[in-house]
């Protein structure tokens, strides 16, 4: 799972934020979500930022190799979206 969402991510970034360097569903790396039940993502362009389901966090990701930049609670009890 953690793999999936990884290349899911990548895939997104490749999709939206590089040059036609790579053809669409082209991945160039991937690297594990920090959580085990990633159920949201979204992208400020450079920062990926997850909601963890069960832990009840949100973490805020380099999109280049995968570092947890930051994490924090969620204002609800299971994020999602």
């Known amino acids: 799972m953690k793999t999936l969402l990884g290349i899911l991510v990548l895939t997104f970034t490749l999709a939206t934020a590089q040059p036609?360097?790579?053809a669409p569903g082209d991945v160039k790396c991937a690297f594990d979500a920090p959580c085990h039940y990633p159920t949201g993502l979204a992208t400020d362009?450079?920062?990926f930022y997850?909601?963890?389901w069960r832990a009840a966090k949100l973490y805020k990701?380099?999109?280049s190799?995968?570092?947890v930049l930051a994490t924090w609670d969620a204002p609800t009890l299971r994020p999602h979206g």
Do not use: E, I, Q, R
């Open 45 to 47: 362009g450079t920062n």
């Open 65 to 67: 190799d995968g570092h």
């Open 50 to 52: 997850l909601a963890d």
């Open 20 to 22: 036609a360097s790579a």
């Open 61 to 63: 990701v380099d999109a």
